[in-house]
């Protein structure tokens, strides 16, 4: 009886300290690989988005915990079709916390696509400075780089010689490259 009480204990605390460090997890890889936002900062970003839903991710790991327990029912079969559920179901509530991208609505007249860059100011002037940005650049505005052939904005880009360049460093390349 005593060991079964140590167990249980050891059990609950390891459990309340691995919640934490799961939140922290949970958005970090994809803010890193995405945003370029540093390790530390996006696990605590991570963190806090998970902590202001955390109502939704409670109810999400017990489906999750009630799904894994069928999944390994047949021999663990189930878990292939599981896993690429989850990680599926993490980039979406991903795009929904940090993007807030809206539906994508196709209709047969009108394909309606929205791309929102992610942004953690709450400022009304840098929403308003954002939307301005959102309806400048269109795909006209597009150019490609002459050294690394990548598509930019127009208006990012620098020009040389009726060319355009992603930085001035390719700039520097090209000019060199083609004077040899």
């Given at each position: ?30 803010l890193v690989i ?147």
């Amino acid at each position: 009886m005593d060991v079964m009480s140590n167990m249980l204990t050891a059990s609950l605390v390891a459990l309340s300290l691995s919640i934490p460090l799961l939140m922290a997890a949970w958005f970090s890889p994809l803010l890193v690989i995405f945003h370029d936002v540093p390790p530390v900062l996006a696990m605590k970003k991570s963190f806090f988005a998970c902590l202001k839903n955390f109502i939704a991710f409670q109810l999400y790991g017990i489906t999750l915990i009630i799904l894994a327990m069928i999944a390994i029912i047949p021999y663990g079969l189930g878990l292939f079709l599981l896993i690429p559920v989850v990680f599926t179901s993490i980039y979406v509530s991903y795009k929904d916390i940090f993007l807030a991208e809206p539906v994508t609505i196709k209709d047969s007249q009108l394909e309606v696509t929205a791309q929102k860059e992610v942004s953690w100011s709450n400022t009304e002037e840098d929403q308003e400075e954002k939307k301005e940005k959102e309806t400048t650049t269109t795909r006209t505005d597009m150019v490609k780089c002459a050294q690394c052939h990548v598509h930019i904005p127009e208006n990012e880009a620098i020009s040389a010689d009726d060319q355009y360049f992603c930085s001035d460093e390719h700039r520097r390349e090209y000019e060199s490259s083609s004077k040899k």
